[in-house]
């Protein structure tokens, strides 16, 4: 009987910590989501306004690398929208520990 006991606690403090796991993961996949997004938002409105300002600086220095202006701009707004990402990511983390709310769970 002692072992059904313990094993039956080992059972439910394992069932708490995957839980826990769990919650924490959520919110930061939540907040990685809406970083993403940000980052996206931020790519393509300075795609749209490279591709408008700038569009035959860029289609020459695309001819010239031997490239097309598409694959161009997707590798530069990949790029961008990565680094916007995992700067917001980190900053926004940041600033949730520091002030100790859980976003965006809590509004601040």
């Keep these: 009987m002692n ?3 313990s094993g ?3 059972g439910l403090l394992t069932v708490g910590l ?3 796991v769990q919650a924490a993961a959520t919110r930061h996949l939540r907040r990685l989501g809406a970083c993403a997004l940000g ?3 931020a790519a393509a409105a300075t795609g749209a306004l490279a591709l408008a300002r700038r569009h035959r600086q860029l289609a020459a ?5 031997h490239q097309s202006l598409a694959h161009l701009m997707t590798g530069a707004l990949v790029l961008l929208a990565a680094v916007v990402t995992v ?3 980190i900053v926004v983390t940041v600033i949730a520990r520091r002030r ?3 976003w965006p769970d809590q509004r601040w």
């Excluded at 220095?61 to 690398?65: C, D, I, L, N, Y």
């Design 18 to 20: 995957v839980e826990a």
């Design 8 to 10: 039956l606690v080992i």
């Design 39 to 41: 980052g996206l938002a």
């Design 3 to 5: 072992h059904a006991v």
């Design 100 to 102: 100790g709310r859980r």
């Design 61 to 65: 220095a695309a001819a010239s690398a």
């Design 87 to 89: 700067i917001a990511y």
